[in-house]
Structure formats: C-alpha cells, structure tokens
C-alpha cells in the first residue's frame, strides 16, 4: 500500500476546504488554518474514526469493504450511534441532519474508492493495516465538539494526546501502532 495522507485525499476529492488540524492544548482548529465549521472537516475525520473502529480485526475489515450500499455501512460504523454521530455533527456545522447523513454516505463511498485504488488486493488485512497507520493523522483533525469518543464508548478518541505532534509523540504513536496493529 502506498503511504497517502487519506484525509489530504478526501479533502482533494470531495472538493472541501482542507481539514484543519486540532489543537491538542485548546481543543480547537490551530490558528491560520482553515474555518473548523465547514461541514466536511468534521464528517471526513468522524467517518474515518468509524472505519478505524471497525477494522481492528481483519473480518470486519472485509465486510465494510464489499457491503452493498453506504446507508449499511454507516450503520456499521457507527451502529446505535449512528444517529447521534450525525445529529452531532449536523449541530457542529449548522446543516440539517438530511444533509449531514448524505455527505456521511458521500464520504463513505469516496473512502472505500482512494482503498481500492490505492490498493493492489483490498482485503480485511490491508484495510486494518491502512487504518492502523492513519489513526493518530485522523485523530489530529478531529474536533473535540463532536464528542465522537463518547457517542462511541471510546474515550481514547477524545483524548488529547492524540492529537500532539513532535517527536515524543511521534515515537509514542509508533508504539500505539505495534500495539493496535491485527495479527
């Protein structure tokens, strides 16, 4: 697989502003970059959080590849939650929840695209291995106001320390790869 920065190549694909990153300190998009309230710089980190998730076996994994449908897939993702995700980031960026769950599928499927094509043989192992080495990149562009750790029972997506960046942090998020990494 080669190595691609995937909310970079959302944001290319999908057409939005770039997807600013968050201050590990403050909790909010670092200053100079792009406006945080745009709709897409909280779905695209939010919808990849939810493929992290649910690729942490290599089953799962293919299952959300080769599902029918992005509706199922959301469901998938982000399951009871489902609702309350796109609820939260419908507030987050002041759009209706309609709308909010269509850019969600929109996402979806542009994501499953870039790993197809990004990929010589898309299986449940490449996937989990892709997502395992975006975690702390999309981790760092998630807003905190969208209480995605919370909505899905997983308080280390909210927590700060994900999003700090520097070399400590970069040897620990090497170390929190080895350790999340499927066998």
Known sequence: MASIDIIEELHKRIGSKQVPKIDPNTQAP???????????????????VGFYKHTRNEEDAAKLMIEEGNN?????????????????????????????E???????????????????????????????????????HLP?????????????????????EGPMSGIMHTIEKVFSSTK
């Open 30 to 48: 670092i200053e100079n970059e792009i406006s945080s309230t745009d709709i897409r710089s909280a779905i695209i980190p939010a919808v990849l």
């Open 72 to 100: 199922a897939t959301l469901e998938n993702l982000f399951g009871d939650g489902k609702d309350k995700i796109i609820k939260s980031i419908a507030g987050y960026s002041g759009v209706s929840e309609i709308y909010a």
């Open 102 to 140: 269509e850019q969600m599928k929109n996402t979806v499927s542009v994501t499953k695209d870039i790993l197809i094509e990004d990929n010589k043989e898309v299986d449940g192992k490449t996937v989990s291995n892709f997502f395992t080495d975006q975690r702390s990149n999309i981790l760092k």
């Open 144 to 164: 905190a106001e969208l209480n995605l750790g919370e909505l899905m029972n997983d308080a280390s997506i909210d927590d700060r320390t994900n999003k700090m």
